[in-house]
């Protein structure tokens, strides 16, 4: 496989972000274009990070950057100049209610990916925490455990994705991460270290069950998350096309935008039952899709999309509290949506 690596520039590396609907942040920094993991299922090429820029990209080397996702990196080595230069004449910092002012690193690629991005990656998050910034990681790379004197910070949350804990299936999914063994591993290097930790149970295949799920959650709560975010792979862009290419036959099962939103319903119920059976429905936050709004009413969507996380960030006095009401999607279980709702079933 040909690996096109480069540099690039880039002229603000803080971008303000709308992933306050996912409770993750209120700003994004990308250290790269493009990801070697090249996991069949990344939204990032159908994203405007990489669709607004084909030309940029095809100029750098890149022939397709959606379907040669996963074989280009184009590294952002002056981000943290750039970054310092920001924030020293920063003066108004944005604070969603869910966002909480929170900085990720990343959205659209992986910052502990290798070598490079991890050394960018921690003189970033060296600077946040200078200009005392919260910041959250977010990866499936191992590497970050290199860092821990500066990522155990009350100021620091690390978060793995881990869907599932089979390894045989994430060599399928995304072939070139670290198996999910390993990940927990990591995890558990920074538990014993006191890192704050949370997970992204997600994205999650549709042929996993409620029995999978609670199995799967009893070893996540081993490395004690604050939270756990979740949500099913959904057809988005050219990630479809990929899995199908990369042999992944249960996607054709979910491409269809009605059966997609039944199974997005039933996993969204099965994982709310395993972890109330295993006593982490508390720290378990849904991300629901958009597309969803044919199917859910929008109070409960707008529910999921307006709510903080349970995690404690200092300076936050009304936190999410344990026990408070919580939406029930059972009631959506086995409607039958062509009779409800307009379908449109080009997805
Ligand atoms: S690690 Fe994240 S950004 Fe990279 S390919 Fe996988 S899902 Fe996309």
Request: with cysteine; glycine share 6%.
């Given at each position: 496989?040909?690996?096109?690596?480069?540099?690039?520039?880039?002229?603000?590396?803080?971008?303000?972000?709308?992933?306050?609907?996912?409770?993750?942040?209120?700003?994004?920094?990308?250290?790269?274009?493009?990801?070697?993991?090249?996991?069949?299922?990344?939204?990032?090429?159908?994203?405007?990070?990489?669709?607004?820029?084909?030309?940029?990209?095809?100029?750098?080397?890149?022939?397709?950057?959606?379907?040669?996702?996963?074989?280009?990196?184009?590294?952002?080595?002056?981000?943290?100049?750039?970054?310092?230069?920001?924030?020293?004449?920063?003066?108004?910092?944005?604070?969603?209610?869910?966002?909480?002012?929170?900085?990720?690193?990343?959205?659209?690629?992986?910052?502990?990916?290798?070598?490079?991005?991890?050394?960018?990656?921690?003189?970033?998050?060296?600077?946040?925490?200078?200009?005392?910034?919260?910041?959250?990681?977010?990866?499936?790379?191992?590497?970050?455990?290199?860092?821990?004197?500066?990522?155990?910070?009350?100021?620091?949350?690390?978060?793995?994705?881990?869907?599932?804990?089979?390894?045989?299936?994430?060599?399928?999914?995304?072939?070139?991460?670290?198996?999910?063994?390993?990940?927990?591993?990591?995890?558990?290097?920074?538990?014993?270290?006191?890192?704050?930790?949370?997970?992204?149970?997600?994205?999650?295949?549709?042929?996993?069950?409620?029995?999978?799920?609670?199995?799967?959650?009893?070893?996540?709560?081993?490395?004690?998350?604050?939270?756990?975010?979740?949500?099913?792979?959904?057809?988005?862009?050219?990630?479809?096309?990929?899995?199908?290419?990369?042999?992944?036959?249960?996607?054709?099962?979910?491409?269809?935008?009605?059966?997609?939103?039944?199974?997005?319903?039933?996993?969204?119920?099965?994982?709310e039952m395993a972890a109330d059976k295993v006593g982490c429905l508390e720290h378990l936050h849904i991300w629901p899709d958009q597309e969803l709004s044919e199917?859910?009413?929008?109070?409960?969507?707008?529910?999921?999309?307006?709510?903080?996380?349970?995690?404690?960030?200092?300076?936050?006095?009304?936190?999410?509290?344990?026990?408070?009401?919580?939406?029930?999607?059972?009631?959506?279980?086995?409607?039958?949506?062509?009779?409800?709702?307009s379908i449109s079933t080009n997805r």
């Amino acid at each position: 496989m040909t690996i096109t690596q480069g540099f690039e520039d880039i002229s603000n590396p803080l971008q303000q972000s709308a992933l306050h609907k996912k409770g993750l942040c209120d700003y994004v920094i990308n250290v790269a274009s493009g990801c070697l993991h090249g996991c069949t299922f990344c939204y990032v090429p159908s994203t405007p990070v990489i669709r607004a820029r084909q030309s940029h990209l095809k100029d750098k080397g890149v022939v397709d950057p959606q379907m040669d996702w996963g074989k280009y990196l184009l590294i952002r080595k002056d981000i943290p100049e750039k970054l310092e230069s920001v924030l020293s004449r920063k003066r108004v910092w944005h604070e969603s209610k869910a966002g909480r002012g929170v900085v990720l690193l990343c959205s659209g690629t992986d910052p502990y990916q290798n070598r490079q991005t991890a050394d960018i990656t921690r003189m970033v998050v060296e600077i946040l925490l200078k200009y005392g910034k919260k910041v959250r990681i977010l990866t499936r790379g191992l590497l970050w455990v290199n860092d821990l004197d500066i990522l155990v910070h009350p100021n620091v949350t690390v978060g793995m994705s881990i869907p599932y804990s089979n390894d045989t299936l994430s060599r399928q999914i995304e072939p070139a991460s670290p198996p999910p063994s390993l990940r927990m591993k990591a995890l558990l290097e920074g538990y014993k270290a006191g890192c704050r930790l949370y997970i992204a149970a997600a994205p999650t295949p549709p042929q996993l069950t409620q029995d999978d799920f609670t199995q799967h959650l009893e070893k996540l709560l081993e490395f004690n998350p604050e939270v756990i975010f979740w949500e099913p792979i959904n057809a988005r862009g050219t990630n479809g096309k990929r899995m199908i290419a990369a042999g992944l036959d249960f996607m054709k099962s979910v491409i269809n935008k009605k059966v997609w939103a039944d199974s997005f319903i039933k996993q969204w119920h099965d994982i709310e039952m395993a972890a109330d059976k295993v006593g982490c429905l508390e720290h378990l936050h849904i991300w629901p899709d958009q597309e969803l709004s044919e199917f859910i009413e929008d109070k409960i969507l707008k529910y999921w999309w307006d709510r903080p996380t349970i995690e404690q960030w200092s300076g936050y006095k009304n936190q999410t509290q344990k026990n408070s009401y919580r939406p029930n999607i059972k009631q959506y279980l086995d409607l039958d949506f062509t009779q409800n709702w307009s379908i449109s079933t080009n997805r």
